[in-house]
């Protein structure tokens, strides 16, 4: 391996558990992961540890909480969320959304911010350290969802259903501390969530506008 190579191992604040209720989770916050994505997680930063150990490698790892933005899968909710109030809008769909719990408070990042955080690790950050990437201010889906509807004319009928709920526990308030990030690398978030989600809105809206326009 090159000596001089730097290597990002991208993490999860799923490695932090679900029974976590903080709007102030540090680094230095005991791993607790509840579900099989965090626990890999979790594994792949001790074997990247194992590495910077055995083999001298120069790796530096993330815990990156959620994080959203203009392309991203209709999976996600944000993106789930804003494509279906294009289609509302756009009159290609009925005026009714499905929920789940939305008093759950959740930290996201514009995804834009969160690749530059990446690029900032690897230029000033620590060898063998993880940072937290988020934005530091957790923010409830239902607040989300409200905003996303001002964006069409139509009145939209909110259902919650069953379905939708999760079926594993969930923290329901979880943001993590970014003075590690900051202190490292002077990084901090430019784009405030209203603009991901406007822009998560227009870009669903042109996408599904030329989609129809393509099948007309």
């Known amino acids: 391996a090159c000596p001089s190579a730097k290597i990002l191992l991208v993490g999860s604040s799923k490695e932090y558990g679900s029974g976590i209720d903080s709007v102030s989770i540090s680094e230095d916050s005991v791993l607790r992961p509840t579900d099989f994505y965090g626990i890999s997680k979790q594994a792949a930063e001790a074997i990247g540890r194992q590495y910077a150990v055995q083999f001298g490698l120069d790796v530096r790892f993330t815990r990156s909480f959620n994080h959203t933005g203009p392309g991203q899968s209709p999976r996600f909710v944000c993106s789930e969320w804003s494509k279906k109030i294009a289609e509302i809008e756009l009159g290609l769909s009925e005026p009714t959304i499905s929920v789940g719990n939305l008093d759950y408070q959740v930290d996201f990042t514009d995804v834009r911010d969160v690749v530059a955080a990446y690029a900032l690790i690897l230029q000033k950050g620590k060898k063998g350290e993880a940072y937290n990437v988020?934005?530091?201010?957790?923010?409830?889906?239902?607040?989300?969802?409200?905003?996303?509807t001002t964006k069409t004319t139509t009145t939209v009928l909110i259902q919650q259903k069953?379905?939708?709920?999760?079926?594993?526990?969930?923290?329901?308030?979880?943001?993590?501390?970014?003075?590690?990030?900051?202190?490292?690398?002077?990084?901090?978030?430019?784009?405030?969530?209203?603009?991901?989600?406007?822009?998560?809105?227009?870009?669903?809206?042109?996408?599904?506008?030329?989609?129809?326009?393509?099948?007309?």
């Open 134 to 148: 988020c934005s530091g201010t957790p923010h409830s889906l239902r607040t989300i969802l409200d905003y996303l």
């Open 162 to 216: 069953s379905t939708k709920l999760r079926a594993h526990k969930a923290s329901p308030r979880l943001a993590g501390n970014t003075r590690k990030l900051r202190l490292h690398t002077d990084w901090k978030p430019k784009i405030q969530l209203e603009t991901t989600l406007d822009d998560l809105f227009c870009f669903w809206k042109s996408t599904l506008s030329k989609q129809y326009e393509a099948e007309a």
